[in-house]
């Protein structure tokens, strides 16, 4: 078997974005991506495609970038790297739906390596419904679990954990969403199981589209006030989680990345009010119930 | 000479609360201020003051708080505190207007000790015009002058850059706004010197009213839905300052602190657009060209 070259890496996750974007094109039914190519002085750089007014998306990345170097101090702290240069290639994506009934959500897939001889794959997808619907949440998680299913026997279990861990607000006691699956130093131990975690990953990114369509197929009146205030709510924390938190936007941040690709995950608007309780007969207060760790949605 | 004990910077700092907000009531002219007095399980806690649809002030807080505890590992970390145990007493305002022309003004002032015997002040203030108007922001830094200098003769141009480094966001390479002052670990030489750090710390917060009563004394005609996405889009940068680099939220969040106080400092609404560039011939655009560190505008 043929070792992966980065080569064909990189051309797949570019295949992957370009795949994704028509797909959501098809999806949306009015919307297009913009495309903004870029590069880095350092070595590399990416291409990174937004969506903005589109009838199902409000705002929507998804970025592909190829970016290799020199490991910063900052680098070896952050990401607890060695060596003394790395390579990385990855997709990531955050779509804004414009309907309150339709979600949030999040995919990312990549590899890295380093000059040590050191490689792995990260990568998850999570889901962020503005009010939490059980028969979604749980279709979303049964598609996740198929897709692991095919990967190993234990790693939708072990991933979905992961993902109640990683998308988590401490500060809030809540979860970002219903989670997902997460995973991250997937490091092979040969040629064959690299390919199989490589092929794990583009069957992630292949399987985003439809996952999206499944989520936003309803058909709503249109949003009240009170939803759209609510929307914007939510959007604050998922904003807090990615400023706070995600490791993806503090490590562009402070290495100096391109601040608006790692900036596209933010919401169209957010709101904050202080101390804010729904009442609890509310849509709202059920959807609170549910940011909690644990639940078994399969 | 009587040293100053922590009772009295308590009371006294509980009291600058009480006036700030009696105050501001009286600029605003309609809004009232809501209190919300909180415990802190470790030990201390504090008083909240909240105004919420004013008439100048949108959305704006007020904090006193009082705590002691233990020192913790993340205590530690990130404040490089040595010891087993502190306490801390501060007030500490952000103030969002509601017309766009009217600007997000913040002030903190703080007294920290430890077992060890270590003792500091630290605080400052600064100015986030919307649109930035050159004579107001003179006007705010000539007064910050006049009061620094009562303190020390070189303290105003220290304070002054020091305020410029501190409220940067390097990710945009913008200054929050047209900076102020700003200082931290001010430690007394002895008995004198801590009245009289404490008296420029009092000071300072007596003067926060008039200093807002100033930059929010115009009239304007009602926004216009341009100057309000402008207005929308500059609180987005305060949303990334505050979540990415302030110290006292990242400090507060990660230490557990109370949530809904630390993030009174969020304005009630943000947005973010990608890759937005105003016009060159805007006012948008000439207030970017004012977010620069070391403006000299005394």
Known sequence: MRALTNDLIVKSFRDLQSFIVAELEK????????????????????????????????????AFSQVEGEITAM??????????????????????????FHPTMHMNVRYFETDQGDEWFGGGIDLTPIYIDEGLARSFHGSLKRLCDTFSLDSYARFKDWADDYFYLPHRQETRGVGGIFFDHLKPKDVQDKQRIFDFCMDLGRNFPVLYANQSAMHHDSPTEEQLYWQALRWSRYVEYNLLYDR??????????????????????????YNYHPDEDSLQFQTLRYLKKGLPWV
Not at 80 to 87: D, E, P, Q, V, Y
Not at 249 to 269: A, K, Q, Y
């Open 27 to 62: 999806i949306d039914g009015k919307g297009q991506f913009m495309s903004d190519e870029w590069f880095r002085k350092e070595g590399g750089g990416g291409r990174t495609m937004i969506m903005e007014q589109g009838l199902k998306i409000i705002k929507g990345g998804v």
């Open 75 to 100: 680098m070896r702290e952050h990401m607890t790297m060695k060596g003394h240069s790395f390579f990385a290639t990855g997709v990531s994506i955050v779509l804004h739906s414009a309907h309150p």
């Open 248 to 273: 993806g936007t503090r490590f562009g941040i402070v290495s100096n990345g391109r601040t608006e690709s790692i900036l596209l995950s933010m919401p169209p608007i957010a709101t904050w009010k």
